[in-house]
T-cell receptor, first 109, second 113 residues
Framework: QKEVEQNSGPLSVPEGAIASLNCTYS??????FFWYRQYSGKSPELIMS????GDKEDGRFTAQLNKASQYVSLLIRDSQPSDSATYLC?????????FGTGTSLTVIP | EAGVAQSPRYKIIEKRQSVAFWCNPI?????LYWYQQILGQGPKLLIQ????????DSQLPKDRFSAERLKGVDSTLKIQPAKLEDSAVYLC???????????FGQGTRLTVV
């Protein structure tokens, strides 16, 4: 079982819609959770970090963490074509930091 | 605040040659990571340093890859000899500690021909 699992997609949404990206992790003692965005040919950039159960909002982005169910999600409201990228979920546990394989998102104008 | 610096940005070498990559993390960041990212895949951790000690190198192909972190700051990753399957982007990242967000450099795109 992988430490972090994501649906590879591709996920396509129309411009202005809500994009929902999901991630599950295997170890209950995982402590910190992150979402990164990676444009083609670029390095990952941090979008959100979340450390406790519940929702965390930053502009059009909302991260949701449910430790009991071991999942973390990212909602992108009012999706824009510029949001088209691969979204990577990352989880920190103890001394280690794990990435998922990423979900490819395409926002259709 | 300056970000993570990596060099070179691009490198093309022939198989069996050697290559080295350099990384300067964000000032004050104790944790440094080297990742390998093959096209279409997520980053794969090669080695993780905490200050100048190795925390995790379980996925580092030690017969050909080596890494060091000098005085707990800069780091170099070396491949010798390179194979065709080493063609990838090598990403360096740093964080204050392992529980906090990591920031990435621009990466080095390696092509082995």
């Amino acid at each position: 079982q992988k430490e972090v699992e994501q649906n590879s997609g591709p996920l396509s949404v129309p411009e202005g819609a809500i994009a929902s990206l999901n991630c599950t992790y295997s170890d209950r003692v995982s402590q910190s959770f992150f979402w990164y965005r990676q444009y083609s040919g670029k390095s990952p950039e941090l979008i959100m970090s979340i450390y406790s159960n519940g929702d965390k909002e930053d502009g059009r982005f909302t991260a949701q963490l449910n430790k009991a169910s071991q999942y973390v999600s990212l909602l992108i409201r009012d999706s824009q074509p510029s949001d088209s990228a691969t979204y990577l979920c990352a989880v920190s546990r103890g001394n280690q930091f794990y990435f998922g394989t990423g979900t490819s998102l395409t926002v259709i104008p | 605040e300056a970000g993570v610096a990596q060099s070179p940005r691009y490198k093309i070498i022939e198989k069996r040659q050697s290559v080295a990559f350099w990384c300067n993390p964000i000032s004050g960041h104790a944790t440094l990571y080297w990742y390998q990212q093959i096209l279409g895949q997520g980053p794969k951790l090669l080695i993780q340093f905490q200050n100048n000690g190795v925390v995790d190198d379980s996925q580092l192909p030690k017969d050909r890859f080596s890494a060091e972190r000098l005085k707990g700051v800069d780091s170099t990753l070396k491949i010798q000899p390179a194979k065709l399957e080493d063609s990838a982007v090598y990403l360096c990242a740093s964080s204050l500690d392992v529980r906090t967000e990591a920031f990435f450099g621009q990466g080095t795109r390696l092509t082995v021909v």
